[in-house]
Each structure stands twice: as structure tokens, then as C-alpha cells.
DNA sequence: GTCTTTTTTCACCAGGTGATGAAATGGCGA
DNA sequence: TCGCCATTTCATCACCTGGTGAAAAAAGAC
């Protein structure tokens, strides 16, 4: 759409890929991951990402195989990225509270989502178009569950059992299913889809992650410990 | 993939429309709604959907026009009924607290979610599909943006000013940004996608919207209350 | 300078896509 | 009974899809 055919680096067919220093191969990811957020997976062509990439598109196939390879491609380039910082952010919550001070569910859910956060807002214009994907993995049902389950499972049973921690007496039901309550609000959040922008009438900007730490930290830290006392108390 | 070819009730080609009873316009758009739930508007084919629904290909164009005015139908059936059913449910409420006891945060929010639990509940199959279908609209952006807006932005900005009401030293700005969290979860409860089945290794499922109730109301509600609190400290 | 290997391009295929126009069918009013 | 017309089907179009195999070009080894 943008980009015109081949666009090769030198007049010939050959062979440039060191000549440039670009690596092609990350060129197309990034192509393919800007599209597959923004239109789907079966609502991008591998043509047009190989144009969005400047790339003939058989080179698609030479690199990354089917269009399912490449799109798996492109969600595994950053999930484990994702995971480490996670898991890193949660460490060192944890480590910093062995002793002395307890933790506070705040904190916990703090140190689980403001990696994510921070990512988005310092990591470049590529992590936006990946939450985005995410998100629409995540919930469209059949679809991304297996790849889904596979990498992000561990890091969610973490904060439940940390959660579990700081609360003992709260039940595991209350706790996954206020996970789910969170997921949904951060993936929305993270998605920055434009919607509150309309919404609200520019009061409130999507693209704003600075308002979203200020709130939603203590929005679903309240929200599960709201579920765990009414829980307590029936 | 299920049904055979044309299926046609009688042999020829005629216009056995009022003879089978069934009408052929509601057979479509559900066999539509379930793919298009399931798989997103790019991955499901008239084809596919004409013989979900035991239909000639052309019907479909004869009924509806393009693929896309299809879906838009699809969309649309349900959406009025949707937002009726919301607004009722907070003239009720709001009714119920004209005089007497004042109304609550966790009460408005009720009247706000409550419905489209109850209708997920007891409306049958297509309604599931429906809600899975309008989470996955909601969270692509810059696809089903403008059809969004135009059907819910309404009954959002009503949830919203009631709640102003309640709470008026609330800002909107925060008001705004819960109202999306919130929407974020239910949709993501709404959708059940499945997720929380095998994350929780079968102590949640996601098709239990009873135990959606029990914890969602009051988890926003809390959420609300620390958001417009943390603000008014500031 | 030649030969090998890797990268890139081209030409193409078999099948599927949304969509259309015209024909067939049969209910229904005259 | 007959012809109208809404409905349903068939055959087909022009185009696009993911994918492949072989040729061309250049990089690097010797």
C-alpha cells in the first residue's frame, strides 16, 4: 500500500542483505506485525506485507515458511522479552520485601502490569502494535489459546501465588477470577484502540499510559481486595 | 463444512420460503454470527457461512448485498435490543432511588452490567456469540470503531453522568478511564473465551456468568470508589 | 579469477474469493 | 388458468490467495 514493488536495495537481483546492514528478515516482521494488529491474521495478505516491507514477497516464504510461521514468528520475537521483564519486575518486588515491610496487593499488581506499561511507553512504536496484537489473541477464543496458555501461564500462576501470600486467606476461585478481571482491563489498556478518545471527547487519550498507571494499579488492587473480603465474609 | 451443498427444502429451484416456516434472512445471519464470532470478519467466507446455513451462495448477496453489509446486518440485530435492555435496567434503578435510599456505585454499575449477564444467560446460543463477536469489534481498532460509537456511546454516557450524580466530586477524567477498565473486563467475562478454565486448571469456567455476578459488580465498584478517592487526596 | 553458497527475483500454479446475471421455480392474485 | 414476481439456483467472471521452483545476482572462499 505504501511502499512501492520490489524497492531492492541495487539494481540486480542479487544478494545486498550484509550490504545494507538493515536485516530484511526483522524489516518483515515488523511489517507483519503493524498488519497482523491492526487487520488480523487472515485479514492481511503476505503480499501486502511483503510490500509494507519492500520485500518480494517469495522472500517471505524463503525466510519464515507459511503465513502461519511468520505470524507465530512475530508473536515469539517479543513474548519472551515480555515474560523476562515480568518475572524480573516481581523479583525484585518480592526480594525487596523478603523483609522488613510486607507487601500490599498494590504492590504485587503493580509489579506485575508496570512492565507492560513501561515497555509500551519506552520500548518504540513495534511494542504498541504488539500489545495490540495481543489483545486480540487474547480474546478472540480458538485461536491463540495454545500459544497463549504456553507463554503466559507461568508468570499468571506467580502473581496468583504471590497474591495467595500477601492474602492466605483468600480463595484461589476469587483470585483467578480477579486476574481475569485485570487482564481484560490492561489488555484494553494496552491496545490504546482510540475508543476513550471519542468516548470521552478528548478529556481522556488512549495513547496516555501515564493516566492508566496513575489508575488502574489502584483500580483492580481495590477491585480484588473488594472480592476477597466479600468472600471472607459469607 | 457441516451441511451439504444447497439442501434446498424441495427439489427444484423454487420459492419455498413461507412453505418451510423458517425464515432463510434469521438462518443466515446466525450461521453468519457464530463464524464471524469465532474466527473474525477476514477469516470466515460467504461460501462458508451459505453452507453453515444450508443456503445458495447468491442468497446471501440477494438478502444482503456485500459481505461487509452482511456482517453490519449481523452487528445490528442485536445491538438495539441490547441497548433497550440497558437503559431499561438504569430507568429502573434510578426509578427504584428517586426518593428514599440514595443510590450506590455498585448499584449503578449493576443496572449498567447486569443486563447483558442476564441476556448472555437466558437469551440462548446466538447471544454468546454475539457478545464474542462485539468483544473481539471492540478491541480492533480502527475497524468497528464508528459502529461502536454510534450504538453504545449513549447508554455509556448515561452510566457515566449517573454516576457523576452519585459521587460529584468524581472528575470525569476518572470516571472515563474506570468506565474503560471496567468495560474491559466484562467483555473479556462476556466473550468466554476459555482462558480461565485451563489457566485455573478447571477450578473457574469462563461459561459460569453466576460467579461473573457474585465478584464483577462488586470488584468495579471498589475500583471506582479508590480511583475517585486517590483523586480527591491529590 | 573461478567456484560455491546464499540471497533475491521472476514467472507461474491450482485453488479460492466476492460478486453478478440470467435462468428456473412455484406461490399467488386475476 | 395464466402470467406475474419474489425467491432460489446455476454458471461463471475477474481477481486474488498462499505457495513453489528455477533462474539470476552477488558475497565469500580459495
Redesign the pocket.
Known sequence: MTAA????????????????GLD??QMILDAAEGMFARHGF?G?????VAAEAG?????????F??????FDAVFLRRAEILNQARIASMDVYEADHARGEAMTVEGVITAFIDPLLRISQDGGPGWKSYFALVAQVNNTPAWGGETMTRFFDPVVHRLVETLKTVRPQAEYRDLYWCYQFLTGSMMLALSETGRIDSLSEGVCHSSDLEAVRVRLFAYCAAGFESVIGRAAKA
Open positions: 514493488k520490489p524497492l531492492a536495495r541495487s539494481g540486480g537481483r542479487g544478494r545486498p542483505s550484509k550490504a545494507t530484511l528478515k487472515y492481511v495478505t503476505t503480499r501486502q520485500v518480494d514477497t517469495a522472500l517471505i516464504h524463503y525466510y515458511g507459511a503465513k502461519r510461521e511468520l
